[in-house]
């Protein structure tokens, strides 16, 4: 049994690989591969450990051949995954949930308080020599004591980002369609929280910050209408996924101030950042890094690497997306 994995991940996975006599290939270079190359490469696999990056669709699939028992996506989405096609073909898709929650929801708060405190203007302004004298006027930002938080999605990420607002004693509305927490029991440690329809949390909240899955459902949920909502005052953390946002959408209300700011960690067509955004200041980029610590992306590629190990050796993988596919 042969194993690719599509782009180089944290030596923990690949030594779980190793210790089950998997034979796998894992390109040299840490950029995104070129797709003819991914194509040659996993031909007459039996397993592919994938990350977000690569397009699992039919073509990879027919491309690695009838041996692909299993894709293990190495993310807690897998929308870069067609499951309805690996299904079809009866190939186990995977997925690595739960293991990235708190970090996702630290840096989600990382990208909130560095926005409204404009951390990063102030660095930019000492770098560039501009820092000549303190002054009580300069750079002046919103404090979140106090504020209103909206959080949309109330799965694993969205509820540890609103667990967090306690410690600021801020008011949290949540919105999710089916009004439902992962935990439940949960939900009294947060009295301040209120479900709230999607409209109402724009028209409320001072800070919006984005947790729902990617769906066809979800595709520019933010919008020209719903941005149009927002006070003037609020601000936009979105670390779930880029085509949640009406990118230029987004780009014009901020360029027409009626929008105070935003932090993105993710885009509408990631890599590619609009040159509009790169020349906003109150605007807050990172590149795609929420669970980016040591810890974190261990596990994750520990836990891809146990999910493909376990359908390869006829165990059923802790996370199934497609389970009905599962063959033992």
Do not use: H
């Given at each position: 049994m042969r194993v690719h994995v599509t782009r180089p991940i944290p030596r923990a996975g690949l030594e779980l690989l190793e210790q089950a006599g998997l034979s796998y290939t894992v390109p040299e270079a840490e950029g995104l591969p070129d797709r003819s190359e991914l194509l040659r490469a996993v031909a007459g696999c039996t397993g592919i450990l994938s990350l977000l990056t690569e397009r699992m669709d039919a073509e990879a699939m027919e491309a690695a051949g009838p041996a692909l028992r299993v894709i293990s996506n190495h993310a807690v989405g897998h929308d870069n995954v067609d499951v309805k096609e690996a299904t079809r073909r009866g190939i186990l898709v995977t997925n690595t949930p739960g293991v990235l929650t708190e970090t996702t929801a630290d840096f989600t708060w990382a990208l909130m308080l560095a926005l409204a405190r404009r951390v990063a203007e102030g660095d930019r302004l000492v770098r560039e020599g501009k820092f000549e004298a303190w002054g009580p006027l300069m750079l002046l930002g919103t404090d979140l004591a106090g504020s209103t938080l909206g959080v949309v999605g109330s799965g694993r990420i969205g509820w540890a980002v609103a667990?967090?607002?306690?410690?600021?004693?801020?008011?949290?509305?949540?919105?999710?369609?089916?009004?439902?927490?992962?935990?439940?029991?949960?939900?009294?440690?947060?009295?301040?929280?209120?479900?709230?329809?999607?409209d109402e949390l724009f028209q409320r909240a001072d800070f919006v910050s984005l947790h729902p899955p990617s769906t066809p459902a979800t595709h520019h949920l933010v919008d020209e209408r719903r941005l149009s909502l927002m006070k003037p005052t609020a601000f936009l953390i979105n670390t779930s996924r880029g085509c949640v946002v009406d990118e230029q959408a987004l780009i014009r209300a901020l360029q027409a101030g009626r929008l105070a700011g935003a932090a993105l960690d993710v885009y509408e067509h990631e890599p590619h950042v609009p040159q509009e955004l790169l020349e906003l200041p109150n605007v807050l980029l990172a590149p795609h890094i929420a669970s980016a610590s040591q810890a974190t992306r261990s596990k994750m590629a520990s836990l891809a690497a146990r999910n493909l190990i376990d359908a390869l050796e006829g165990r059923p993988p802790e996370h199934m997306v497609n389970p009905e596919v599962w063959r033992g």
């Open positions: 667990r967090r607002a306690a410690g600021f004693k801020m008011r949290v509305l949540l919105y999710s369609p089916s009004r439902r927490l992962e935990n439940p029991e949960e939900f009294g440690l947060l009295r301040s929280a209120q479900w709230v329809e999607l």
